[in-house]
T-cell receptor, first 113, second 113 residues
Framework: EAQVTQNPRYLITVTGKKLTVTCSQNMNHEYMSWYRQDPGLGLRQIYYSMNVEVTDKGDVPEGYKVSRKEKRNFPLILESPSPNQTSLYFC????????????FGSGTRLTVV | GESVGLHLPTLSVQEGDNSIINCAYSNSASDYFIWYKQESGKGPQFIIDIRSNMDKRQGQRVTVLLNKTVKHLSLQIAATQPGDSAVYFCAENVGGSQGNLIFGKGTKLSVKP
C-alpha cells in the first residue's frame, strides 16, 4: 500500500531532550515536507526537500533540523525541544512537489513539558 | 480525536443535503489548487484538484469550481453523508515545480443525521 509512515504516533518528552520523528514513504517520491498544525494557525511548513541531499527552510524552521540522505526517509530532528514546539506534526510527500498532490502521514502528536 | 482548529468556520448540514465549502485564495499567479479532507485524528487526505486552465472539475460526489476573477475556490459535496464530517482545507500552488502548497485555515463540516 502506498503510504507515508510517521513514528512515533504520540510522544511526550521533557524540555531539552533531543528527539527524532521519523518519516518514510514507499512511493519513490522526490519531494518531502514537514508541517506543524496548531489550532487557529492551520498547517505551517517547517522544512521541505526537493530531492536527496537538498533541503530548504519553510515558514517556521527555527528549532528544527532535517536530513535527506536517501529518497524514502526524511526525519525531523528537535535538538533541544521547548514547550512551544508542542504540536501535531505531519510529514508529506509528492511525486512532483506542489504540482501534484501531497500524500500525508497520520501525524505525530508531540508534547514537550 | 485531535482538535485541528478551535476557531474554524463551521458549516452544519443535514444528511442528504448538498454542501458548499468556500475558499478565497491569495495569489493571482496560483496555477494549481487542491481540496483536502481531514478527519479527527488523521492526516489530510486528497479529495480533488483543479488547474488554473479549468473552471470546473467533477469527482465522485464532489465538484470543485474555480473563479479566477475573484480568486475563489469552492467544493461542492452532493448528498452529504455523516462520513463527510471533517475539516476541509483548500491549498494553492504559486511556485510551479519549485513551489510549495499554501494551505487555508480550513472549514469544519458537521453533518446532522
Amino acid at each position: 500500500e502506498a503510504q507515508v509512515t510517521q513514528n512515533p504516533r504520540y510522544l511526550i518528552t521533557v524540555t531539552g531532550k533531543k528527539l527524532t520523528v521519523t518519516c518514510s514513504q514507499n512511493m519513490n517520491h522526490e519531494y518531502m515536507s514537514w508541517y506543524r498544525q496548531d489550532p487557529g494557525l492551520g498547517l505551517r511548513q517547517i522544512y521541505y526537500s526537493m530531492n536527496v541531499e537538498v533541503t530548504d527552510k519553510g515558514d517556521v524552521p527555527e528549532g528544527y533540523k532535517v536530513s535527506r540522505k536517501e529518497k524514502r526517509n526524511f526525519p525531523l530532528i528537535l535538538e533541544s525541544p521547548s514547550p512551544n514546539q508542542t504540536s501535531l506534526y505531519f510529514c508529506a510527500s509528492s511525486f512532483r512537489g506542489a504540482e501534484s498532490g501531497y500524500t500525508f502521514g497520520s501525524g505525530t502528536r508531540l508534547t514537550v513539558v | 480525536g485531535e482538535s485541528v482548529g478551535l476557531h474554524l468556520p463551521t458549516l452544519s448540514v443535514q444528511e442528504g443535503d448538498n454542501s458548499i465549502i468556500n475558499c478565497a485564495y491569495s495569489n493571482s499567479a496560483s496555477d494549481y489548487f487542491i481540496w483536502y479532507k481531514q478527519e479527527s485524528g488523521k492526516g489530510p487526505q486528497f479529495i480533488i484538484d483543479i488547474r488554473s486552465n479549468m473552471d470546473k472539475r467533477q469527482g465522485q460526489r464532489v465538484t470543485v469550481l474555480l473563479n479566477k476573477t475573484v480568486k475563489h475556490l469552492s467544493l461542492q459535496i452532493a448528498a452529504t453523508q455523516p462520513g463527510d464530517s471533517a475539516v476541509y482545507f483548500c491549498a494553492e500552488n504559486v511556485g510551479g515545480s519549485q513551489g510549495n502548497l499554501i494551505f487555508g485555515k480550513g472549514t469544519k463540516l458537521s453533518v446532522k443525521p
